[in-house]
């Protein structure tokens, strides 16, 4: 299974002084699900980027079961904050595209791509246009994209960024349904202190000026909901209020000491 | 009425329609309004030419000019009948749309996508560009000749250069996410182009055909007033030389008509192959 491996990663936009993210170092397999959370500037989307291959680090060495990464590659499928989908297709174009890249006969990738619109409960949507969804929908379809190419880690940007409170709760509790069923390492990246609690298997608090990691935490109230606990139920745990509070006070502490710097 | 304006989004316009249709039974449509204005004009025409007021020669009545149109159609002008005359403008047009498009829309994504072929291409279209077609057909005809290749080659010029700057300008307003989500599904260089960056730019490469036909229809008619022995402008411009009012008035209503259906076709075209332009997606 997939294993991904950062080792001491820097990175330095060109003509930039300072780095962005420096002496970053992680793992990744199957069964986790890694969230970066950190405030604005703390390097998260640049740290998925480098994941992604969209762009080069400075130092330091990232490998996809032991190959480098040099580029992006549907290994590693990519969900937007901005859907990214292409208007010009139908919503089952639009998840059958990483198929229809690879060369995939139009009736074999069109099965392939209902079973994933079944997964992310959009079956009945593939004669839709993308302009017809909801944000939420859009989402699910940005997902169904991304399986369908059958990837061997997600990596997700701000996935449910974008959506009103309601629907984000929805999209969370889809996500750890089609994370259980995939078996696929997911990194994920948020500005949402509650959604990383509950989500993720592994938490990293990222720190700005350069961005690095300041805490690694090892949790399971997604394991939980996934074992059968309603997710109000865990959210409403003295456990997870705890946790949330630890990492917001971690957070906030940062920033009150930027902020105590510059005054 | 503009060649280039937008069609009104109908959605928006529609509620304002219904509210105003129950108190008031003056309520007028747009295109009744277009319409009063075209009859009150043609109506005035008559009214001035059958009172005499002003001489056939100057302005012919409407009739005349009917009848000319069948006379036309059936016995023709200068050799041609009008349908000759059409014919030949329209090949001419269509010959250098055709040869355009085919040539505009790879420089136009090369010059969006690739920095060398920016660096060759845009100062090259910038600088022909504002230069008026008329003013290069003499260098023209000196080089190729006075035959149909001249002027196919002027109209093409002239289309040429909206078709690729709107391409390129479509090309580089590419959404990056777009572009991202497409490699890391996989796409190589060739199936971005294919699959993201020339749907994306469609939109912008029609505006473009949608200019450049309008250029090169009032290129055409100039040419051919100056330098040919068949098509409208040639029917126009011999026409006056003999003082026949009744074919001018007719030439160039037609040339109206002709420039007028070129950009419904295409307005028609851009709605049904881009359907999710102006879509909020």
Not at chain 1, 32 to 42: C, D, I, K, T, Y
Not at chain 1, 85 to 91: E, F, K
Not at chain 1, 230 to 236: F, Q, T, W
Not at chain 2, 141 to 155: H, N, T
Request: proline letters at 6%; glycine letters at 8%.
């Amino acid at each position: 299974m997939a294993l991904l491996q950062l080792e001491r990663i820097s990175a330095q936009y060109p003509g930039a002084a300072s780095p962005v993210l420096s002496d970053i170092s992680l793992t990744l397999g199957p069964q986790q699900l890694l969230v970066a959370l950190g405030p604005s500037g703390s390097g998260k989307t640049s740290l998925l980027n480098l994941i992604a291959g969209f762009v080069a680090p400075s130092a330091g060495r990232i490998t996809l079961d032991g190959v480098p990464v040099s580029g992006p590659s549907a290994e590693r499928g990519v969900v937007f904050q901005d859907d990214a989908l292409l208007p010009w297709q139908d919503v089952l174009a639009n998840v059958a595209f990483g198929l229809e890249l690879a060369g995939i006969a139009r009736e074999k990738r069109e099965a392939k791509a209902r079973d994933m619109l079944a997964l992310v409960d959009l079956a009945g949507f593939e004669k839709r246009r993308i302009w017809e969804l909801s944000g939420g929908q859009k989402q699910r379809v940005g997902l169904a994209r991304a399986l369908a190419a059958d990837p061997r880690m997600l990596l997700m940007d701000e996935p449910f960024g974008a959506l009103d409170a309601f629907t984000r709760e929805q999209m969370q509790e889809l996500l750890l349904q089609v994370w259980q069923r995939s078996a696929k390492p997911v990194f994920l990246i948020t500005h949402d202190i509650e959604e990383a609690v509950f989500l993720s298997t592994d938490l990293i608090l990222l720190a700005p000026n350069p961005g690095h990691i300041v805490e690694h935490l090892k949790l399971d109230f997604g394991q939980r909901y996934s074992a059968g606990e309603s997710a109000r139920a865990i959210k409403s745990d003295p456990r997870f209020i705890e946790t949330r509070e630890h990492v917001l006070a971690r957070v906030f502490s940062r920033r009150q000491s930027v902020r105590e710097q510059r005054a | 009425m503009s060649l280039y304006q937008s069609p009104e989004p109908a959605l928006t316009r529609a509620p304002a329609n219904t509210a105003r249709h129950q108190p008031s039974s003056f309520y007028l449509s747009t295109r009744t309004i277009s319409a009063l204005t075209l009859a009150v004009l043609l109506g005035g025409w008559w009214v001035i030419t059958a009172l005499e007021w002003v001489e056939p020669l100057f302005l012919p009545p409407p009739a005349a000019v009917l009848e000319k149109a069948w006379l036309l159609m059936t016995k023709g002008y200068m050799d041609s009948t009008l349908w000759q005359h059409l014919g030949a403008s329209l090949q001419r047009i269509g010959l250098a749309l055709f040869f355009a498009v085919l040539t505009a829309i790879p420089i136009g994504i090369a010059i969006g996508h690739n920095r060398i072929a920016r660096g060759i291409f845009d100062p090259l279209i910038e600088f022909y560009r504002p230069v008026p077609p008329l003013a290069y057909l003499p260098l023209i005809v000196i080089w190729c000749g006075i035959g149909e290749f001249s002027k196919v080659l002027l109209i093409y010029l002239a289309i040429f250069a909206p078709i690729a700057i709107a391409t390129a300008t479509g090309v580089r307003t590419v959404d990056s996410a777009k572009l991202r989500a497409a490699q890391s599904l996989g796409a190589t260089r060739w199936q971005l182009i294919r699959y993201v960056i020339l749907p994306s730019a469609l939109p912008d490469i029609l505006t473009g055909v949608r200019i450049g036909l309008g250029v090169g229809w009032s290129t055409l008619v100039a040419a051919e007033l100056i330098a040919a022995t068949s098509g409208l402008g040639f029917m126009v411009q011999s026409a006056a030389q003999f003082l026949v009012t009744d074919v001018v008035v007719l030439g160039i209503l037609v040339i109206a008509l002709i420039a007028f259906a070129l950009e419904m076709g295409l307005r028609a075209l851009q709605r049904k192959l881009v359907p999710w332009h102006g879509q909020n997606h």
